[in-house]
C-alpha cells in the first residue's frame, strides 16, 4: 500500500493544514470585501433586532402594555434602510461624490436647527435630536455620512490637481469644513458623536498620506478640544472620574456601567439564554441603546461577545481591503473614512461597557435601536458594496455568478429587463 500524501487524511480528503490554506486563499479572491461586508451586516441586523426585542420588552410592556413596541419601530426603520443599502449598492461612484456638498450643507442645517429652543431635544446630558412631532431624527448621525463623502471628495480633488504636498491647501478647506460640523456637535454636548467626527477626520488625512509632524499636531489638538469639552461639562468630569475610580459610588455615578459589568459577568460562558437576562428588569438604563452590548453578553455569554467582536473586526479588514485594492482615490478615501466611523463607533461604545472606556452615549452600530443611526449606517455600507465592485476583478466574478435572487424573481413575474 502507498502512503497518502502528507497533510492528506485517509480517503484522499485534505487534512487540517490544507484546508486552513484553502481558507486562507478564500481571502484572496475578487468578491471577498463584498461578501464579507453584505454578510457581516446582515448577521449583526439580525442580531440586532432580536437583542432590540428582548432588551426592550420589559421596559416596553409597562410603559405601552405591548412588549414589541420598539421591536416593531427597529423593523421599520431596517425596512426603510435595507432598500436604501440596496440603492447605494447600485450608486456610481459620481453618485455619491455629487451628493457630498448637498448632504454637508443639510447637515449643517440641521445641526442648527438642534439647537433651536423648542425643536431641540436634550436627553441624558447632550441635545441631539429635532423633534419633528412623532418623528425625532439626530442630524449627527447625517452629518457623519456627509463629512465622509465631502472630506473624500475634496482630498480627491486636491490629489488629483497635486495640491497635497504642502499643509496649507490640505487643511483648508477641510479643516475649518469638519470644525463647523463638529462645532455644531459640540454646542449640543454630544462628546460621543464629536470623537466619531473627529475619527473620520483623522482618518482621512491618515489615508491621504499626511505628514507625520502635522499629524501628531492635529491628534495634539483634537485630545486638547476633548479635554475642554470634559472639563466645562459637570456630568462628563463624574463620568470620567467614575470610570478611573470603578470603586466609587455605584449607587448615582458608577450606577450604568456597573450593572452593565454585571450583565455582562453574569453571562459566563454561553448566558444565560436569549429572553432570560435579569438587567433589562429596570436594572440597567438604556439597555436597547447605549448599552445593548452589555444584554447580548448576560444572554448569550462570552461567545456571543466574541460573536459581536469578530463581525466588526471582518467588517474592519472588508473595508480597509477595499480601500486598499481600489484605484480611484475618492473611493480609497471614503471607503477608509466609512470603515473609521463604523469601527471606532463600535470600539467605543463595547469600550465602555465592559469598563475599559468612558461612557459617551454612543449606539453599537446596527445592533442597537434606533432608525437616525440605522439609516445613513446601512446606506454607508451600501457604498462599500459598490465600492466593493470596484475592486480589481470584481466586476468580472460578479458577471460570471449570474443574475442574482432579486433579478431571477423579477425574470419570474416577467418584469426583468430584457
Do not use: H
Not at 432598500?83 to 449643517?108: D, E, N
Amino acid at each position: 500500500m502507498t502512503a497518502a500524501p502528507a497533510g492528506e487524511e485517509d480517503g484522499g480528503r485534505p487534512g487540517p493544514r490544507e484546508q486552513v490554506v484553502a481558507a486562507i486563499g478564500l481571502l484572496d479572491r475578487p468578491l471577498t470585501s463584498y461578501y464579507l461586508v453584505l454578510g457581516c451586516t446582515v448577521m449583526l441586523l439580525a442580531l440586532g433586532l432580536t437583542m432590540v426585542l428582548s432588551a426592550s420588552s420589559v421596559s416596553q410592556l409597562q410603559a405601552t402594555g405591548s412588549a414589541y413596541t420598539l421591536f416593531q419601530k427597529q423593523a421599520l426603520w431596517m425596512a426603510i434602510g435595507l432598500p436604501g443599502m440596496w440603492v447605494a449598492s447600485r450608486l456610481p461612484v459620481k453618485t455619491f461624490r455629487a451628493l457630498a456638498y448637498p448632504l454637508l450643507l443639510l447637515s449643517v442645517v440641521v445641526l442648527a436647527l438642534v439647537l433651536v429652543p423648542g425643536l431641540g431635544r436634550s436627553a441624558g446630558g447632550a441635545t441631539r435630536w429635532v423633534d419633528l412631532g412623532p418623528v425625532q431624527i439626530q442630524p449627527s448621525e447625517l452629518a457623519k455620512l456627509a463629512l465622509v463623502l465631502w472630506g473624500a471628495d475634496l482630498l480627491a480633488r486636491k490629489e488629483r490637481l497635486g495640491q497635497l504636498t504642502e499643509w496649507r491647501p490640505l487643511l483648508v478647506p477641510l479643516m475649518p469644513g469638519a470644525g463647523i460640523v463638529v462645532l455644531l456637535v459640540m454646542l449640543g454636548s454630544d462628546l460621543g458623536t464629536t470623537l466619531v467626527l473627529l475619527t473620520i477626520f483623522l482618518a482621512l488625512l491618515w489615508v491621504v498620506g499626511a505628514p507625520g509632524r502635522l499629524f501628531v499636531g492635529i491628534a495634539g489638538l483634537v485630545c486638547l478640544l476633548v479635554s475642554i469639552l470634559i472639563v466645562v461639562e459637570p456630568y462628563r468630569m463624574q463620568r470620567l472620574t467614575g470610570f478611573l475610580d470603578p470603586s466609587g459610588n455605584q449607587l448615582t455615578t458608577n450606577y450604568q456601567g456597573t450593572q452593565g459589568l454585571y450583565a455582562v459577568a453574569s453571562g459566563g460562558l454561553f448566558g444565560t439564554g436569549l429572553g432570560e437576562g435579569r438587567a433589562k428588569w429596570d436594572y440597567l438604563p438604556e439597555a436597547e441603546t447605549d448599552f445593548i452590548f452589555a444584554i447580548v453578553g448576560e444572554e448569550f455569554g462570552l461567545v456571543g461577545t466574541l460573536v459581536v467582536l469578530s463581525l466588526f473586526g471582518l467588517l474592519a479588514y472588508a473595508g480597509l481591503r477595499i480601500a486598499r485594492r481600489v484605484n480611484d482615490p475618492f473611493t480609497r478615501l471614503a471607503a477608509a473614512g466609512a470603515t473609521a466611523w463604523l469601527v471606532v463607533q463600535g470600539i467605543v461604545n463595547i469600550g465602555a461597557v465592559i469598563g475599559v472606556l468612558p461612557i459617551t452615549g454612543i449606539p453599537l452600530p446596527l445592533v442597537s435601536y434606533g432608525g437616525s443611526a440605522l439609516i445613513p449606517s446601512l446606506f454607508v455600507l451600501g457604498m462599500l458594496l459598490a465600492f466593493a465592485k470596484r475592486e480589481p476583478g470584481a466586476r468580472q466574478a460578479l458577471s460570471a455568478r449570474g443574475p442574482g435572487p432579486v433579478v431571477r424573481a423579477l425574470s419570474w413575474l416577467g418584469l426583468a429587463r430584457r
